[in-house]
């Protein structure tokens, strides 16, 4: 199958374009490297089409979904407390973006859209694990642009026959997952801090907990999504099902590092949740989804690329010196 990939230079989208490679699917990129990088692609690069440009530019979209079998639409602003700042400019990479996307794939004749969508649409649900037919009650700009999504995508569904696939990511951690700005995950916080050996700071008094899960488990979501034959019209739940809080997340990396993870504590940070937890029965039912990479073997393979990052990095400044 011939795949787009928007936002295909990112955390989750250059994992999936290296699985889409590596099973012998034809990827074009569609990537604005506003927070993508080009290194995300470096196994995949020889062997895929990279455009860069914006999911804003209907032309540039047109031009990516040619040809096109089916779009996995991951490129969108993913920060909540950036769209808390920003709604304006969350609600046209999220929403007029999106739009951009299905007008393009229904010219194109594209078979299938899987939208990346969130945890963020349920809001403050009080009654976990979280089921896909709780009321959708978003708290944040982020929340809001990700459930308008999910409408325009059903609607487009019904209106035009494109296939329409929602997935909504609880708290995805993994490879290439950037710590580096103040809206990053706490995992790839967490995994640089013992890297730096600075003390990793805990907002809140670290009891809260968050359905963590494996970026690996979420390809293999993806990639189910794409073909599954009774997905399209749907919103689906991609979690693990568990829960764990950062407290012992701080343990269990202690345990696997071997390096000090006493936290610091700071005040809890504003509109935080305090638990989720997906209900992934749907997943498992429609897509034949089971999370098969565990939470500590998670971890571990991400405490390793943290490691082979930073080794990485050393040797070219090194070389960098020496010429
Ligand atoms: C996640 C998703 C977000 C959205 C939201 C919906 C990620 C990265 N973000 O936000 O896209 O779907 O769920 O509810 O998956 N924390 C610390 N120390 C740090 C950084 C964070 O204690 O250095 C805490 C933070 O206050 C929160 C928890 O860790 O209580 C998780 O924070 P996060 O930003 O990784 O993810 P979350 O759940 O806010």
């Known amino acids: 199958m011939r795949y787009l990939v928007t936002g295909g230079a990112g955390f989750i989208g250059s994992n999936t374009v290296d699985e889409l490679v590596r099973r012998g699917h034809e990827v074009v990129v569609l990537d604005d490297l506003s927070t993508g990088k080009v290194e995300n692609l470096s196994q995949a690069s020889a062997k895929i089409k990279l455009m860069q440009n914006s999911i804003t530019n209907l032309d540039a979209v047109r031009e990516a979904c040619r040809a096109a079998d089916c779009v996995i639409h991951l490129a969108a602003q993913t920060s909540v407390p950036r ?4 709604p304006i400019e969350t609600n046209l990479a999220n929403v007029d973006g999106t739009l951009n996307v299905l007008v393009a794939a229904r010219d194109a004749h594209v078979k299938r859209v899987v939208f990346a969508s969130s945890c963020a649409v349920y809001g403050k649900t009080s009654e976990l694990p979280i089921r896909e037919s709780a009321a959708l009650a978003p708290i944040s700009p ?19 026959a494109l296939e329409f696939v929602a997935l909504r990511y609880f708290n995805v951690f993994g490879p290439r997952q950037d710590p580096g700005s103040p809206y990053s995950g706490v995992l790839s916080v967490f995994n640089a801090a013992l890297l730096e050996g600075t003390q990793p700071t805990v907002f809140g008094d670290g009891e809260q907990s968050r359905d963590f899960v494996y970026v690996g488990n979420v390809v293999e979501a993806i990639l189910l999504a794409a073909e599954a034959k009774r997905a399209p019209g749907l919103a689906i739940n991609i979690g693990t099902g568990n829960r764990c809080t950062l407290n012992q997340t701080l343990a269990l990396l202690e345990k696997i590092t071997g390096r000090p993870a006493r936290a610091k504590y700071a005040p809890p940070r504003e509109g935080d949740i305090r638990d989720s937890q997906a209900d992934i029965a749907l997943a498992q039912d429609i897509l034949g989804y089971h999370p098969r990479i565990g939470f500590e073997e998670g971890l571990s393979l991400t405490w390793e690329w943290f490691c082979a990052a930073r080794n990485a990095s050393n040797r070219t400044s090194v070389h960098g010196r020496l010429e």
Not at 83 to 86: A, I, L, N, Q, R
């Open 142 to 160: 982020y929340g809001v642009s990700k459930q308008v999504g999910e409408a325009y995508g059903r609607v487009f569904q019904e209106l035009y």
């Open 83 to 86: 769209s808390v700042k920003d």
